[in-house]
C-alpha cells in the first residue's frame, strides 16, 4: 500500500526533491508546504508533481499541515529550524525525514539537548526519524560499507574526512546565507543570532558537521569515543565570519573499532579540495585494504594462502553504487529523465547520485513502518561528535569525551 507524504520547505534544496517524491511508486499523495505561497505554485505547475498533489493538499504554515491525514512529513526548512520542526511532526503521529544537520545553532550544548529531545521522542511516539544525509548514499560510501561488511579492509587503521567550502565556493555561502535569512521565517533568524552573540556564544564551522564524520563512521559502522580538536580563527574581520570563533577547525578522534579519524570543516580555505577530487569525501585504510580517491588497494593477507603483492583497482561510481529496485528507478527516469533515448540508463543526480536513494530509503521505511538507514541516535551521535570537538578546540585541544545516544 502507498503512503501519504507532506513536505515542508520549498526553499533552493527542498525545490530538488519535489520531482523524486511524486515519482516514487509508493508515494499516493504529496502534500506541500512553504510559507512563502509563490514557492508552492512554482511547485504545483510542473505536471510531474501535480500529478501526486493538488491545491487542497497545499499549506503555508507546519501546524496545518501536521493536522494532515498524512504518514510522514519531509522538513527541509533553514538548518536552526529542524530539531524542533521535527519534533511537533513526530508528536503529530507522523514519521519525519530532516535535511542535515539535526540542528545547527552556535550553543552546543542547546544542540545537544535537542539530540536528547529527539532520541527521546522516537522512543516515546515510535514514530521514526531520518536524517537526510546526502553522504551515507554517496557511491564511495556505499562500496565502502560494502567492503567493510565483507571484512575486506581487515582491522581498520585510520580513516580521514573532510568538508571543504570556502565561503566564496562557487557555491557563495555568502548568497546562500542571505537567501536563508529572508522571508516570512528567514528574517526573524537575525535576531536569534544576534541574541547568541550578545551572551559571547559564538559558531563554529563544526556546527555543520555531517557530511564530513558521517561517511566514515558509516561505512565502518563504529562510533567515536574521543577526541582532541584545533581551531584557526578568522584573521582578517572579514563579517561574514563576525560571529564565528573558528572558521576552521580539525579534529582527531579515537574509534569504537581501535582506528583514528581525522575530520576537517574548512570555510575560509583556499582550496576547493583537500586530495583535489571532492570537496566531501573521506579516505579509509584497514590492515588489508584500503580506499582513497575511489581506487581500492588490497593485499589479500586475510588468510596466508592468499598473500600476493598489492593490487589496486581504480573504480567507477556505478561499479560503487548500490543498485536501486529496477520499478523506482523507471519511475525516477520517467520522471527525471524524459527524453532518454532507448537503453539509456537512470543516472543518478544531486550531492554525487545521493537525492535518488534517499528519497527511496525514506519512502519505503514509511511504507514497511521500519527504522531508516539514518536513524536518530545515529545522526545525533554525529551531532555529539560535532560538539566534543567544539568543546576540545575551545580548550586548547583536550581530550573531550564523545555521547552516545542508545
Ligand atoms: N548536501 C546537503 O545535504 C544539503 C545541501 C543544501 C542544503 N541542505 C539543507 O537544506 C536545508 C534547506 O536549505 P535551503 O537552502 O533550501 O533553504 P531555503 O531558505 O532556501 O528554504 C527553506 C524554506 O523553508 C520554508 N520554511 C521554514 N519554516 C517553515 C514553516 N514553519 N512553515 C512553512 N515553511 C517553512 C521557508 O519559507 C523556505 O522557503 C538547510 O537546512 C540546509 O542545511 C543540505
Avoid at 491545491?55 to 504518514?71: P, R, V
Avoid at 542535515?100 to 529531545?117: A, N
Avoid at 536563508?180 to 521565517?185: A, I, Q, Y
Wanted: glycine fraction near 6%.
Amino acid at each position: 500500500m502507498g503512503i501519504k507524504l507532506g513536505m515542508v520547505g520549498l526553499g533552493q534544496f527542498g525545490r530538488a526533491f519535489t520531482k523524486l517524491f511524486a515519482a516514487h511508486p509508493l508515494v499516493d499523495k504529496l502534500a506541500l508546504c512553504d510559507c512563502e505561497a509563490d514557492r508552492i505554485k512554482e511547485q504545483l505547475d510542473d505536471p510531474a508533481i501535480a500529478i501526486k498533489s493538488s491545491a487542497q493538499d497545499c499549506y503555508t504554515s507546519l501546524d496545518d499541515i501536521c493536522k494532515a491525514d498524512l504518514d510522514a512529513i519531509v522538513v527541509i526548512t533553514q538548518p536552526w529550524l529542524h530539531a524542533p520542526q521535527c519534533l511537533q511532526v513526530m508528536e503529530s503521529g507522523k514519521y519525519v525525514y530532516s535535511a542535515v544537520p539535526v540542528i545547527c545553532l552556535p550553543d552546543f550544548d542547546e544542540c545537544m539537548d535537542w539530540c536528547g529531545k529527539i532520541c527521546e521522542t522516537v522512543k516515546r511516539t515510535g514514530m521514526q526519524y531520518m536524517l537526510g544525509e546526502t553522504t551515507i548514499y554517496r557511491p564511495q560510501t556505499m562500496f565502502c560499507r560494502r567492503m567493510a561488511d565483507a571484512g575486506r579492509f581487515g582491522k581498520f587503521v585510520y580513516a580521514e574526512g573532510e568538508y571543504v567550502h570556502d565561503v566564496d565556493a562557487r557555491c557563495n555561502l555568502r548568497e546562500v546565507n542571505k537567501n536563508r535569512f529572508t522571508g516570512k521565517v528567514g528574517s526573524q533568524a537575525a535576531a536569534l543570532f544576534k541574541s547568541y552573540l550578545d551572551r559571547g556564544i559564538l559558531e563554529s564551522s563544526m556546527a555543520y558537521p555531517t557530511h564530513s564524520i558521517s561517511g566514515p563512521i558509516y561505512a565502518m559502522r563504529t562510533h567515536a569515543v574521543k577526541v582532541n580538536a584545533y581551531g584557526v580563527p578568522n584573521v582578517n574581520g572579514d563579517e561574514f565570519f563576525k560571529g564565528f570563533c573558528f572558521p576552521d577547525v580539525a579534529a582527531l578522534y579515537q574509534l569504537e573499532n581501535g582506528a583514528s579519524l581525522r575530520i576537517c570543516e574548512f570555510r575560509e580555505i583556499g582550496a576547493s579540495a583537500i586530495d583535489r577530487e571532492e570537496s566531501e569525501i573521506f579516505r579509509i585504510f584497514g590492515q588489508n585494504g584500503s580506499f582513497a580517491r575511489n581506487i581500492w588497494q588490497e593485499n589479500f593477507r586475510i588468510r596466508p594462502e592468499l598473500v600476493k603483492p598489492l593490487e589496486s583497482t581504480k573504480l567507477t561510481d556505478i561499479e560503487m553504487r548500490d543498485p536501486l529496485p529496477e520499478e523506482v528507478k523507471n519511475a525516477f527516469m520517467t520522471a527525471l529523465m524524459p527524453n532518454a533515448k532507448p537503453g539509456e540508463d537512470f543516472n543518478p543526480t544531486g550531492h554525487g547520485g545521493s537525492h535518488p536513494y534517499l528519497v527511496h530509503e525514506f519512502v519505503s521505511s514509511v511504507a514497511e513502518r521500519r527504522e531508516s538507514a539514518i536513524p536518530a541516535r545515529e545522526a545525533c551521535h554525529w551531532m555529539a561528535m560535532a560538539a566534543a570537538a567544539h568543546r576540545s578546540a575551545l580548550h586548547d585541544g583536550e581530550t573531550v569525551r564523545v555521547a552516545k545516544f542508545d
